[in-house]
């Protein structure tokens, strides 16, 4: 026993295969009562339809169908309020944001892993699609200050966001940084997020980092919001860019069926 792992090798932890459907779910707490946002899905392999190696995350979208108001509160009921609760029975009551990643397997949601921190680069579809109003970032405050937040929150998001990443040359092995990047000023209703870029003093924008930007097309459909960010990706242009043109592609699926 053992091996070639040395005492690392004594011990072996067999996990459960989990197969499913993904699902990033942010709640905001204040340890007892949950915000949660609108649900989002990531796409963790490098190329398209998911084949490829994993990476921090290629592309995300919400609202995701499969996250129906019934699933939702089981998520609530079955993941965010036990691990709270127990949290607070242990003497260190969480506050802040937990995110769950989640399969949504053929028996119902389980834990893949919980962060606390928002997702990259779910959060940059989700916030987009939010109403950030003075009660949104009320919650926030009130979390932050230690004060409790009402039963009941919500926060509402309006139509579709769709997050494409654009990652360097060689990433995710070994991503080449240095590479000029043009963004083309006329990319429409688009925003665009900078993660792996530098500015030379030359003021020339440049590739530094594996995940170099990710750009969010908003729209009223899932479709329009898809067209809107894969066209602003196809047009961003550095020597070795690599996306994804596809994400989403299992809410496409969905629709088609
Ligand atoms: N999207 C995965 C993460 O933020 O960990």
Redesign the pocket.
């Known amino acids: 026993v053992g091996g070639s792992f040395g005492v690392a090798g004594r011990e072996i932890l067999v996990e459960e295969f989990m197969e499913g459907e993904e699902l990033?779910v942010f709640g905001i707490t204040d340890g007892r009562v949950v915000c949660m946002l609108v649900p989002a899905q990531?796409h963790?392999r490098l190329l398209e339809k998911d084949a490829g190696p994993n990476t921090?995350?290629m592309g995300?979208y919400a609202p995701v169908g499969i996250a129906t108001p019934g699933l939702r509160a089981e998520i609530l009921e079955r993941i965010f309020q036990p691990t709270l609760e127990a949290m607070t029975a242990k003497g260190r009551p969480f506050t802040g944001l937990l995110?769950a990643?989640l399969m949504i397997t053929a028996d119902g949601p389980k834990v893949v892993?919980f962060?606390c921190?928002?997702?990259?680069?779910?959060t940059q579809a989700v916030l987009p699609i939010m109403d950030l109003s003075p009660s949104f970032t009320g919650i926030l405050a009130s979390v932050a200050n230690g004060d409790g937040i009402p039963e009941n929150v919500s926060s509402p998001a309006r139509g579709a966001g769709v997050t494409t990443v654009l990652a360097a040359a060689n990433y995710p092995d070994k991503p080449r940084d240095g590479d000029a990047i043009s963004i083309p000023e006329d990319l429409g209703d688009v925003l665009i997020f900078h993660a792996g870029t530098a500015q030379r003093r030359t003021g020339e924008l440049v590739t530094a980092g594996g995940r170099v930007l990710s750009v969010t097309g908003r729209a009223a459909t899932f479709e329009e919001a898809q067209r809107l960010s894969r066209q602003a990706a196809e047009r961003i242009s550095f020597e070795g860019k690599q996306f994804r043109g596809d994400i989403g592609w299992r809410e496409l699926d969905r629709a088609a069926r």
């Open positions: 990033s990531d963790k921090g995350g995300a995110y990643g892993e962060n921190r928002f997702g990259d680069p779910e």
